[in-house]
């Protein structure tokens, strides 16, 4: 079935005669802009070249891949209308550490696959502050953006092999990336970014043939980047903005994308606020940083046994432990907290861990897992010293909802109809556990949808739908960005939030049954 | 003196700072938005990617080098506000048998100089048809685009040289030819344009990268072709309109361009109509081709000796007669009427020619130049045959004005404020000698005006005016294409002007005083 709004259509041109001998072109035209309804459309010179007996021979009817960028329509590729070939596209999600592609047919509209791998940047720079400085030097530039292109038409040629396509048959692809990748995708200097006024070099980046930036997939096909807002707003935002509809929501919601940073939009189709958590001091080494990254045998998920008053772990794919990601390390102050292993400023009580609290150097230590059980030959450990990161962390979260949420949109947690999940990380919080240490507002847990990766979604939908391409610019100019002051009463509310959950516990009510 | 309206402006782009982080290369789309009084401009990938660093080391100006295409503005290229490089274009006239180029400084508008070549697609096929032809065979169109390419890369090459200029100081190209070059020189398909409907692929092709259609100059420049409006009229003559102004008169003006056909356009700021001769029987031999082209020795005028009433010539550098032109023969068609030596049927005369009359197979002929000064060994005659040929095409293109100027516009050739004679035939007619024969009207020979290579002169006035990318797109949608009808009417009109100068002989005052 082929959606009547996407970008495939096939369509009748009218056919010329003694009385009507407009050019094959200009009547080819003339039929889009009537379909698209619009004022005009590019048609490129190769699809031009050959349009006289392609259209003798198709008997005036054609399938056509269409695209758009910030002004008009583009004609793609014409292509026979009985034909079978396939017409694909490339959804990208540009990460600093993982580039995630899905394979889109875009008659169906369906994924046929996905396929990723590390960012081949990393072995450069593991952040994005180190990229940046090796950009400067020579040929530094243009070799991180090799690296990263080379990976993905790497990865399109494989993917494609591997469901029996030709690169050629993808004609479309959209990518979404942090503001810093996608100037490194594109080729682009980025070293203005990370220099007062921080200053990107462009902010929404036109539609691309796709071989003008080195991706080898049609030689007709057009890529497009997400645009950004600035240098801590990135096109991987604006991507999520679009795949969670936030721009479409009669009443307010909220996304909340945590990754090594955390960003924040809040709004409706009238209104969106954004901001960024990289200006939280607790955020910035990032709360997905104290533990290891998700891998078989690392502990995801942690509760309390309600016989025993034991806490119980669950490692991935059932491996013997031998660390710990953010979601469970969340799961484990939830447990720690409700428990009483922990008192509400977050330090360990000696009382109830009894045997489970060592110190070494000073430092209180809880074995979460002892040496005969881990699957590294040593305890598996929290610190007083990770958990008061993790206290910092969580304050710093809460703090930053609290004040673009209530002193910046002036609304109560409780006005908020969705509270979007976005990011990797984010994937596998558990909300209630995240409420219990005070993390995330307690407001209903049906409130609560995790997005998975709304960055690859978003890139995802701007394939299927040519209305997203109106949203996103919509989108990117209608966000107001607000820069987080640090300053003494965000200090306030900050020391506040550092409690579990809260010095004000009457903000989380769900906990006082416990 | 930069001209304030050409493509070559110097701009400040407003400075960023912490309370504007908008990207460089928004700022700079702002003020080139502003600059233009435009709502959008293009902007390559390849002039933003070394933006930050360009913008800073240029204190935040510019020189930028702008074009445009059917719906926008765009940038060429950006360009150290200061440095002396200089700034290029070139206008093409895309002639079947000729190319002819002129190099513009974009900055000044001055032309630096010309060249040309003989269109190198004449060995494969001397006229357009023979080269549709040759188009079909497998390869044969890519060989005849890569033809006229390879010989305007060269040239460029070579005039670039001979100034002291690279060829990549070239950032825009304009060319204009009939409809059939314009499609050979794109690499577009035309063999639809010589079959009935007669349609071409494209009306209006799009400003192209000028790499993208081959062409060797700055790798950021652009090339624009002029638009046709059909089979038979070609952008060579939107490129003429253009040159005479006659979209912008007040009072309705003529241009006729005579070449192998003769294309006419009347009108004047409020109307335009047009026909192509080429559906007039007796001009479809071409009046052109009835002499030699203009080369050392050729005769190029012919008058009467007002004392002896002999004719006398003059030959092209003054060397030996070895033939005669077109203009040449208009001239002698008048001296032979004039002097009485032909009658008012176009007969030669015995009785006034005498000796210089011979008869060879039955056929007479007139001896102009005797074998003793010929400079070919054999006298220089012009046979009746040759004659009826002229009298025949000067009676189309009299008939042609007639109809379009009376029959069809519903004017007077009086009405006429201008009588533009455009094409390198039309350069050399004396219109003195044109109106003896009834060839042209008899309207004051000041109303005449000879504008040479107006194809190319459009080509070159687009160089230096942006505002003529909108006129052209107006002329080309506001002329009346009249197809003239060859019926009964037009054979009675036809028969009348066949004689000389015309069996209404009230329609040539002028020539009553002889």
């Known amino acids: 079935m082929m959606p009547k709004m996407g970008f495939v259509r096939t369509v009748s041109i009218e056919t010329p005669s003694l009385t009507n001998n407009t050019a094959d072109a200009q009547r080819l035209e003339k039929c889009l802009i009537d379909e698209l309804k619009t004022d005009h ?4 010179l190769s699809v031009i070249k050959k349009l006289p007996s392609n259209l003798r021979s198709w008997n005036f009817r054609a399938k056509t891949v269409l695209f758009k960028d910030r002004y008009s329509w583009i004609l793609v590729d014409l292509l026979n209308p009985v034909s079978n070939s396939p017409v694909l596209g490339m959804a990208i999600d540009i990460g600093t550490t ?37 950009s400067r030097q020579d040929g530094g530039l243009e070799e991180l953006n090799h690296l990263v292109i080379a990976g993905v038409n790497k990865n399109i040629s494989d993917i494609c092999k591997g469901y029996g396509y030709k690169k050629e048959d993808i004609l479309l692809i959209t990518g979404a990336g942090n503001t810093i990748m ?48 600035g240098s801590y707003f990135g096109g991987d935002l604006i991507s999520g903005i679009l795949y969670s509809n936030l721009d479409q929501k009669e009443a307010p919601c909220i996304m909340v994308d945590v990754g090594t940073n955390a960003e924040i ?49 669950h490692t991935i794919e059932e491996k013997s432990p031998i ?10 102050a939830a447990s720690l907290f409700l428990s009483k292993r922990i008192d509400i400023r977050g330090k360990f009580s000696e009382e109830t861990c009894k045997e489970q609290l060592l110190e070494k150097d000073g430092i209180k230590h809880f074995i ?40 910046t949109a002036g609304l109560e947690f409780e006005d908020l109809k969705k ?59 209608s966000i107001t960005y607000i820069e987080l002051n640090v300053n003494q009463e965000f200090m306030n509310m900050f020391s506040g939030a550092k409690f579990y959950p809260h010095t004000d516990t009457s903000r989380f009510p769900s906990l006082n049954s416990v």
């Open 323 to 332: 660390g710990i990601c953010g979601s469970g390390m969340i799961d484990l």
């Open 368 to 407: 979460l897992v002892s040496k005969d059980d881990s699957g590294i030959g040593d305890p598996i450990c929290l610190s007083q010293i990770d958990l008061n990161l993790l206290t910092s962390s969580k304050a710093a979260m809460y703090t930053i909802l609290e004040v673009i949420v209530k002193n």
């Open 265 to 313: 939009v809040v709004g409706s189709r009238d209104w969106l606020m954004a901001c960024a958590g990289a200006a939280g001091p607790a955020l910035e080494g990032g709360i997905s940083k104290m533990g290891m990254t998700a891998k078989p045998g690392v502990i995801d998920k942690v509760w309390i046994d309600s016989k025993t008053n034991h806490l119980k772990i």
């Open 419 to 477: 509270f979007y999940v976005a990011g990797t990380f984010g994937s596998f919080i558990n909300p209630v556990s995240a409420i219990s240490i005070g993390m995330l507002p307690d407001i209903p847990i049906e409130t609560f949808e995790v997005l998975g990766n709304s960055s690859l979604g978003g890139a995802q939908v701007l394939l299927k739908n040519p209305d997203a391409f109106e949203r996103i610019i919509k989108i990117r100019q």
């Open 41 to 44: 459309i590019r048609i490129p």
């Open 98 to 134: 993982r580039v995630v592609l899905s394979l889109i047919n875009l008659e169906t509209g369906q994924e046929i696959g996905q396929t990723s791998f590390d960012n081949p940047q990393s072995d450069i720079g593991p952040d994005v502050l180190a990229r940046i400085h090796y």
């Open 182 to 229: 996608t100037h490194l995708f594109l080729g682009i200097e980025p070293n203005q970014i990370i220099k007062e006024p921080y200053i990107p070099c462009v902010n929404i980046p036109d539609t691309q043939f796709a071989e003008n930036i080195g991706l080898e997939i049609n030689k007709n096909g057009r890529a497009f980047l997400f645009p950004n807002i």
